[in-house]
């Protein structure tokens, strides 16, 4: 059992930046890859970043990159998903996940049905 609480989310103005954490919990957690995915209204969830808890794999959309950061600390168990430069494109949910036993960047590659465990999401709003 994973548990993921997703935090960090707000309105910002286009331009502006947020940093999202997700809280995990669980015995096993260090066995799964983590990552953010986002769904805005009437779209498909899509793929975001993903990290491992060693730091080693990171992997990012290749729309986004540049302007996003994820980042994860071990003592807290937490994953950070820092945003910068926003756009009202980037207006969705957003959503913490966990897979077991899989890379950072075959979390970006899989489907998003495909991950095991997911939090609530938290809220980014961006005016333009």
């Known amino acids: 059992q994973v548990q993921l609480v997703e935090s960090g989310g707000g309105l910002v103005q286009a331009g502006g930046f947020l940093r999202l954490s997700c809280a995990a919990s669980?015995?096993?957690?260090?066995?799964?890859?983590m990552g953010w995915f986002r769904q805005a209204p009437g779209k498909e969830r899509e793929f975001v970043a993903a990290i491992t808890w060693s730091g080693i794999s990171t992997y990012y959309r290749d729309s986004i990159k540049g302007r996003i950061t994820i980042s994860r600390d071990n003592a807290k168990n937490t994953v950070y998903l820092q945003m910068n430069s926003l756009k009202p494109e980037d207006k969705a949910v957003y959503y913490c996940?966990?897979?077991?036993?899989?890379?950072?960047?075959?979390?970006?590659?899989?489907?998003?049905?495909?991950?095991?465990?997911w939090g609530k999401g938290t809220l980014v709003t961006v005016s333009s």
């Open positions: 669980g015995r096993t957690l260090r066995s799964y890859a």
């Open positions: 996940a966990a897979k077991l036993g899989i890379t950072a960047q075959a979390m970006g590659v899989l489907p998003p049905d495909g991950m095991d465990y």
